[in-house]
């Protein structure tokens, strides 16, 4: 996609929409209502997967001693992007953001507002190309050197999940021992009305986003090691001391790479 199309909503901005963004356009609105109208647990599973992102980010950061990230399917500015979280507790983190959306390269400005000590770049390119989002990350990052890779809400946009895999495969090959792979995605068989409105929003000529059964979000992370609690619906992942969390249909976790 080269251009900015408002006749059709987009995931990036019906995902800004729900997280209460103002990065967005009528046609997303009116996509995103009606989803909500189906589903309207969608609210919740956008803000809890952000609060995911934000979680492993500072496990990651804090617990495994990252300081390079590599974030795929990066969406539209929002509070807490991953470089906030990383370079807040150590401000000599690498990122490099990627996504292949026109709407969020035009807001890329808004990413790059690194730290002095770190850096944050953004590439234009497809998850479809992994080799080429390695060579590019490359000119920003020591690839030689742990990296986390970051894929959030993007892989349920791969209907193929053997793709989907192959792509994860690939992505992880051009990383070193000690690098992690951080996922999450809608999940399927936790609510028929979340699995009704997706799939009326598919209908609508957005880019089509597939709910996966966990056993395949789990799969992702085959030949890592899991980092506990493993694959689990997000709110439940190492949440903050003091919350009460309940599932949702949004599964996460993160690996290591041995
Ligand atoms: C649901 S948003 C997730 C945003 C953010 N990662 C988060 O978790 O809040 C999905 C993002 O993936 C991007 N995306 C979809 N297909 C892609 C592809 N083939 N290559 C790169 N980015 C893609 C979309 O443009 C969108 O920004």
Same mark, same amino acid.
């Given at each position: 996609?080269?251009?900015?199309?408002?006749?059709?909503?987009h995931?990036a901005r019906?995902?800004n929409?729900?997280?209460?963004?103002?990065d967005?356009?009528?046609?997303?609105?009116?996509?995103?209502?009606?989803?909500?109208?189906?589903?309207?647990?969608?609210?919740?599973?956008?803000?809890?997967?952000?609060?995911?992102?934000?979680?492993?980010?500072?496990?990651?950061?804090?617990?495994?001693?990252?300081?390079?990230? !590599?974030? *795929?399917g990066t969406g539209l500015p929002?509070? +807490?992007?991953?470089? @906030?979280? $990383? /370079?807040?507790?150590?401000? =000599?983190?690498?990122?490099?953001y990627v996504d292949n959306d026109p709407l969020v390269l035009t807001h890329a400005?808004?990413l790059?507002?690194?730290?002095?000590?770190?850096?944050?770049?953004y590439?234009d390119?497809?998850?479809?190309?992994?080799?080429?989002?390695?060579?590019?990350?490359?000119?920003?990052?020591?690839?030689?050197?742990?990296?986390?890779?970051?894929?959030?809400?993007?892989?349920?946009?791969?209907?193929?999940?053997?793709?989907?895999?192959?792509?994860?495969?690939?992505?992880?090959?051009?990383?070193?021992?000690?690098?992690? !792979?951080? *996922?999450?995605?809608?999940?399927?068989?936790? +609510?028929?009305?979340? @699995?009704? $409105? /997706?799939?009326?929003?598919? =209908?609508?000529?957005?880019?089509?986003?597939?709910?996966?059964?966990?056993?395949?979000?789990?799969?992702?992370?085959?030949?890592?090691?899991?980092?506990?609690?493993?694959?689990?619906?997000?709110?439940?992942?190492?949440?903050?001391?003091?919350?009460?969390?309940?599932?949702?249909?949004?599964?996460?976790?993160?690996?290591?790479?041995?």
């Amino acid at each position: 996609m080269t251009e900015i199309d408002t006749s059709v909503p987009h995931s990036a901005r019906i995902w800004n929409y729900w997280l209460g963004g103002k990065d967005n356009y009528p046609v997303d609105e009116e996509a995103g209502d009606a989803y909500t109208a189906v589903f309207p647990g969608i609210v919740t599973i956008a803000r809890s997967s952000r609060a995911f992102l934000g979680r492993s980010i500072r496990y990651l950061v804090q617990e495994a001693g990252v300081r390079q990230f !590599l974030d *795929v399917g990066t969406g539209l500015p929002t509070v +807490d992007n991953t470089h @906030e979280v $990383a /370079q807040r507790i150590a401000p =000599e983190s690498r990122i490099v953001y990627v996504d292949n959306d026109p709407l969020v390269l035009t807001h890329a400005r808004a990413l790059l507002t690194s730290t002095p000590e770190g850096v944050t770049a953004y590439e234009d390119l497809s998850l479809y190309e992994p080799e080429r989002i390695l060579e590019q990350a490359a000119k920003t990052l020591d690839l030689s050197r742990p990296t986390a890779l970051i894929l959030s809400g993007i892989l349920g946009h791969v209907a193929d999940h053997d793709l989907a895999r192959d792509l994860v495969a690939r992505l992880l090959a051009g990383l070193p021992s000690g690098s992690h !792979l951080c *996922v999450n995605d809608g999940s399927r068989g936790t +609510d028929p009305d979340y @699995e009704q $409105a /997706q799939d009326a929003y598919n =209908e609508t000529g957005a880019v089509p986003y597939f709910l996966r059964p966990v056993e395949q979000i789990t799969a992702f992370f085959d030949g890592l090691e899991l980092v506990e609690p493993g694959v689990v619906s997000v709110p439940l992942w190492r949440p903050d001391a003091g919350s009460t969390p309940e599932p949702i249909g949004q599964h996460g976790g993160v690996g290591r790479k041995p």
